[in-house]
């Protein structure tokens, strides 16, 4: 008898006690890794569904969501996030007595990459936006410093975005690049397709110099929106920053629709 309610009081126990949150569990230590390492597991999400967050109270908001919970298929955002801004908070804790800098990527591909640093729980410290080139945001953290990041995501108006958020070592992000922009098959086919297109510019540019006739002028602004269609789309698909942004979101269909014109009047 004694035993039964000895069980039954712990079982009552374990049900009425909480047990503590490791708060260091959503921390990553910039001193322990040497290349790369993913922040998928240590990073809390917001989605601004209907667009009413901003710096002034996204530290207040309340359906903040870790990063694994969304179990995005290969990393690829859904359709509706296009147009949704996109808060991720982290913490970075540097436990060496040098000053050290990481890089802050968070996928592909983004117009506007906005880092905050926390302080004191409740105010935000805006980050000089150094990503605007190439979509790699550096972040310093002093020694022994244990800091709190607020990313502000904006994605690219494209078909497929991905979110996988990662740091990169300051030594190891020009290895990083290369790696990461090594061509594919796809990147192959369309660089020799950008040839050929090439090819009919100059050739009906030569003919419309010495022949003066429209059609061959026609025909070589075609060739030539096209080729600029296909060039910069194959160079800039797995590229951040703000070019790269304005280009997949907007001037890659300018470039569509006025070489569609010129063949039409061709």
């Given at each position: 008898?004694?035993?039964?309610?000895?069980?039954?009081?712990?079982?009552l126990?374990?049900?009425?006690?909480?047990?503590?949150?490791?708060?260091?569990?959503?921390?990553?230590?910039?001193?322990?890794?040497?290349?790369?390492?993913?922040?998928?597991?240590?990073?809390?999400?917001?989605?601004?569904?209907?667009?009413?967050?901003?710096?002034?109270?996204?530290?207040?908001?309340?359906?903040?969501a870790a990063?694994?919970?969304?179990?995005?298929?290969?990393?690829?955002?859904?359709?509706?996030?296009?147009?949704?801004?996109?808060?991720?908070?982290?913490?970075?804790?540097?436990?060496?007595?040098?000053?050290?800098?990481?890089?802050?990527?968070?996928?592909?591909?983004?117009?506007?990459?906005?880092?905050?640093?926390?302080?004191?729980?409740?105010?935000?410290?805006?980050?000089?936006?150094?990503?605007?080139?190439?979509?790699?945001?550096?972040?310093?953290?002093?020694?022994?410093?244990?800091?709190?990041?607020?990313?502000?995501?904006?994605?690219?108006?494209?078909?497929?975005?991905?979110?996988?958020?990662?740091?990169?070592?300051?030594?190891?992000?020009?290895?990083?690049?290369k790696?990461?922009?090594?061509?594919?098959?796809?990147?192959?086919?369309?660089?020799?397709?950008?040839?050929?297109?090439?090819?009919?510019?100059?050739?009906?540019?030569?003919?419309?110099?010495?022949?003066?006739?429209?059609?061959?002028?026609?025909?070589?602004?075609?060739?030539?929106?096209m080729?600029?269609?296909?060039?910069?789309?194959?160079?800039?698909?797995?590229?951040?920053?703000?070019?790269?942004?304005?280009?997949?979101?907007?001037?890659?269909?300018?470039?569509?629709?006025?070489?569609?014109?010129?063949y039409?009047?061709?």
């Amino acid at each position: 008898m004694r035993k039964l309610i000895s069980i039954v009081f712990f079982i009552l126990l374990c049900k009425l006690v909480t047990a503590q949150v490791n708060i260091d569990s959503f921390t990553t230590n910039v001193s322990l890794f040497k290349d790369a390492a993913p922040l998928n597991s240590n990073s809390l999400l917001f989605i601004d569904s209907n667009n009413i967050a901003n710096a002034d109270n996204i530290l207040q908001q309340q359906h903040w969501a870790a990063y694994k919970t969304f179990s995005l298929n290969n990393y690829t955002i859904p359709a509706y996030w296009i147009n949704k801004k996109v808060f991720i908070k982290f913490t970075l804790q540097n436990s060496s007595p040098l000053n050290d800098t990481v890089y802050f990527y968070p996928g592909l591909t983004f117009r506007s990459i906005t880092v905050y640093k926390i302080i004191n729980l409740n105010n935000l410290q805006l980050i000089k936006d150094e990503s605007s080139e190439d979509g790699f945001e550096p972040l310093t953290l002093l020694a022994n410093e244990k800091t709190t990041y607020l990313a502000e995501l904006h994605f690219t108006k494209k078909r497929v975005g991905t979110l996988y958020p990662q740091l990169v070592q300051q030594v190891y992000l020009t290895d990083f690049k290369k790696i990461f922009y090594s061509q594919t098959y796809s990147q192959l086919v369309g660089y020799m397709l950008s040839g050929l297109l090439l090819m009919m510019v100059l050739f009906n540019g030569a003919n419309f110099q010495q022949n003066k006739k429209k059609e061959f002028f026609y025909n070589c602004c075609y060739a030539l929106c096209m080729f600029c269609l296909v060039f910069l789309n194959t160079f800039l698909i797995r590229k951040g920053g703000v070019f790269a942004s304005f280009f997949m979101g907007y001037l890659s269909f300018v470039f569509l629709v006025i070489g569609i014109v010129f063949y039409i009047v061709f």
